[in-house]
């Protein structure tokens, strides 16, 4: 308001293009800010920021390539700005390029010790390559500078919470709330602990007063469908499930609980359209295939059904295997064809040659993706799956092993689990998989594949204390 002011007080626009074009952006008028900060030159002194703001208007409605360009022009005339830093790290991040994302973080902390953004950024970057534990010292030292800061509280309460510590979580939520009532993001928090906690209906209830913000959060679109199916209103879950599977089409958990949730209404032909060939796939999980003979059942289709179930109780390890692609070969590599450095063509191109039995061509594809992103864990992902799948274990270890040196993850971890059990490495796949759940306690997933492999190794008692903690968090069955 106060330059609005001053411009109808005859300041000229050009005097305070950067600061009005700046407050636009933070008010979320990206119409206005564009048509201000693209309309004409910035005055002597404003012009790294100017090109900052555009970089950062250009970065927000993900046109990557405009927003690299006004960072770099902004980096020409101030290479020692942390929050440019700041802004080149999220611009790398987001184009796929999270080694060169952690390079700038590092900078931007360099260049600010106590900046609450850059700490903040390193803390979320250090959550993505090494794990929970070791990102919470980075949000307390950004606490530490600022105790009040919103963004920071957001995401210490989150990792707190992610790391099972659901009092420490709930004192920082409420911090939150009282620092600024109202904040959408502690009530999320909130809701995902009463969800924790058991409690459905707060749980409910705290989701809607969060109204439509974050209607289109995967993991909001999880959770709300999660609550309305354990409230008895499977309709509502099969709303939520099917907006998350139309947005993840190779999310499999969200697609069996859509075929889940339309089995409870009755709905079982849907249900087994939603299962399709995933349920006939050799990498089925037990509750897929239930959840697919339970509608089979339904359509008096009950012989296959049996069979399925027969399937689920044989207990046998699921093998890895290629997400199916539903297109030609040919189309899939005309696709590629046009922009191989990719993922988007590379990845369906991918699978579709191993699924044709083509899996050293797959090798070299992923390779040339690979040597343009090396900075991508998922380029190095990529290179190992297609190796993976070629029999070539060893290979694919190397190639995981590179990626969890960016970003060590759940993918990451299940990966490089696989290819050292397939090598006879059983006690080092245990090792790895402890280091992993040291760092992220809460994940379930870890917690099974080192049952798995502790029980493999003949240690019955350290696989029945970790099923102990299993079925106490109602990941298992009482029996």
Same mark, same amino acid.
Request: glycine share 10%; net charge positive; with cysteine.
């Given at each position: 308001?106060?330059?609005?002011?001053?411009l109808r007080q005859g300041v000229p626009l050009t005097?305070?293009?950067?600061?009005?074009?700046?407050?636009?952006?933070?008010?979320?008028?990206?119409?206005?800010?564009?048509?201000?900060?693209?309309?004409?030159?910035?005055?002597?002194?404003?012009?790294?920021?100017?090109?900052? @703001?555009?970089?950062?208007?250009?970065?927000?409605?993900?046109?990557?390539?405009?927003?690299?360009?006004?960072?770099?022009?902004?980096?020409?005339?101030?290479?020692?700005?942390?929050?440019?830093?700041?802004?080149?790290?999220?611009?790398?991040?987001?184009?796929?390029?999270?080694?060169?994302?952690?390079?700038?973080?590092?900078?931007?902390?360099?260049?600010?010790?106590?900046?609450?953004?850059?700490?903040?950024?390193?803390?979320?970057?250090?959550?993505?390559?090494?794990?929970?534990?070791?990102?919470?010292?980075?949000?307390e030292a950004g606490l530490a500078a600022a105790p009040?800061?919103?963004?920071?509280?957001?995401?210490?309460?989150?990792?707190?919470?992610?790391?099972?510590?659901?009092?420490?979580?709930?004192?920082?939520?409420?911090?939150?709330?009282?620092?600024?009532?109202?904040?959408?993001?502690?009530?999320?928090?909130?809701?995902?602990?009463?969800?924790?906690?058991?409690?459905?209906?707060?749980?409910?209830?705290?989701?809607?007063?969060?109204?439509?913000?974050?209607?289109?959060?995967?993991?909001?679109?999880?959770?709300?469908?999660?609550?309305?199916?354990?409230?008895?209103?499977?309709?509502?879950?099969?709303?939520?499930?099917?907006?998350?599977?139309?947005?993840?089409?190779?999310?499999?958990?969200?697609?069996?609980?859509?075929?889940?949730?339309?089995?409870?209404?009755?709905?079982?032909?849907?249900?087994?359209?939603?299962?399709?060939?995933?349920?006939?796939?050799?990498?089925?999980?037990?509750?897929?295939?239930?959840?697919?003979?339970?509608?089979?059942?339904?359509?008096?289709?009950?012989?296959?059904?049996?069979?399925?179930?027969?399937?689920?109780?044989?207990?046998?390890?699921v093998p890895a295997t290629v997400i199916p692609t539903?297109?030609?070969?040919?189309?899939?590599?005309?696709?590629?064809?046009?922009?191989?450095?990719?993922?988007?063509?590379?990845?369906?191109?991918?699978?579709?040659?191993?699924?044709?039995?083509?899996?050293?061509?797959?090798?070299?594809?992923?390779?040339?993706?690979?040597?343009?992103?090396?900075?991508?864990?998922?380029?190095?992902?990529?290179?190992?799956?297609?190796?993976?799948?070629?029999?070539?274990?060893?290979?694919?270890?190397?190639?995981?092993?590179?990626?969890?040196?960016?970003?060590?993850?759940?993918?990451?971890?299940?990966?490089?689990?696989?290819?050292?059990?397939?090598?006879?490495?059983?006690?080092?796949?245990?090792?790895?998989?402890?280091?992993?759940?040291?760092?992220?306690?809460?994940?379930?997933?870890?917690?099974?594949?080192?049952?798995?492999?502790?029980?493999?190794?003949?240690?019955?008692?350290?696989?029945?204390?970790?099923?102990?903690?299993?079925?106490?968090?109602? @990941?298992?069955?009482?029996?």
């Amino acid at each position: 308001m106060p330059l609005r002011q001053a411009l109808r007080q005859g300041v000229p626009l050009t005097e305070v293009r950067a600061e009005l074009g700046d407050a636009l952006l933070l008010q979320g008028n990206r119409q206005e800010a564009r048509k201000v900060l693209y309309g004409g030159a910035f005055p002597s002194g404003t012009e790294a920021r100017g090109w900052r @703001l555009k970089g950062r208007l250009e970065l927000v409605e993900g046109n990557l390539g405009a927003a690299g360009y006004a960072f770099d022009q902004a980096l020409r005339l101030a290479p020692d700005e942390s929050s440019l830093w700041i802004d080149i790290a999220r611009l790398r991040f987001m184009g796929g390029e999270e080694a060169q994302a952690i390079e700038a973080a590092d900078r931007a902390v360099r260049l600010a010790p106590r900046d609450p953004r850059s700490l903040e950024l390193r803390g979320l970057l250090v959550r993505e390559q090494f794990g929970l534990r070791a990102a919470l010292p980075w949000f307390e030292a950004g606490l530490a500078a600022a105790p009040d800061d919103t963004g920071l509280l957001g995401e210490y309460a989150a990792t707190l919470g992610d790391l099972g510590q659901y009092r420490a979580m709930l004192v920082v939520c409420r911090k939150l709330a009282k620092v600024d009532p109202g904040n959408l993001r502690a009530l999320y928090l909130q809701a995902v602990l009463a969800a924790r906690a058991g409690r459905i209906d707060l749980a409910r209830k705290i989701m809607q007063q969060t109204g439509t913000a974050f209607r289109d959060v995967p993991a909001a679109m999880l959770l709300n469908g999660l609550l309305e199916y354990q409230a008895g209103n499977a309709n509502l879950a099969v709303g939520y499930f099917d907006r998350l599977v139309r947005a993840q089409p190779d999310n499999l958990q969200a697609r069996t609980l859509l075929a889940r949730a339309l089995e409870r209404e009755g709905l079982n032909q849907q249900a087994l359209d939603v299962a399709g060939q995933w349920a006939q796939s050799a990498s089925a999980s037990r509750y897929l295939l239930m959840v697919t003979a339970d509608a089979l059942s339904g359509l008096r289709r009950k012989r296959e059904g049996e069979q399925l179930r027969g399937r689920a109780a044989r207990a046998e390890p699921v093998p890895a295997t290629v997400i199916p692609t539903g297109q030609p070969l040919g189309a899939l590599a005309i696709g590629y064809g046009q922009s191989p450095n990719l993922a988007a063509t590379a990845v369906p191109y991918i699978r579709g040659l191993i699924e044709a039995g083509s899996a050293g061509e797959a090798v070299a594809v992923a390779d040339r993706l690979r040597q343009a992103s090396p900075g991508a864990a998922g380029a190095w992902l990529l290179a190992g799956d297609a190796r993976l799948m070629s029999g070539d274990f060893a290979e694919a270890q190397e190639m995981y092993g590179r990626a969890a040196v960016i970003r060590f993850n759940l993918p990451t971890l299940q990966r490089i689990d696989l290819v050292l059990r397939r090598q006879g490495k059983a006690a080092e796949a245990n090792a790895l998989v402890a280091r992993y759940l040291w760092q992220n306690p809460g994940s379930p997933q870890a917690m099974k594949l080192l049952s798995a492999g502790r029980a493999e190794l003949g240690d019955a008692a350290g696989a029945a204390m970790i099923e102990a903690v299993l079925r106490a968090r109602g @990941l298992r069955n009482p029996s």
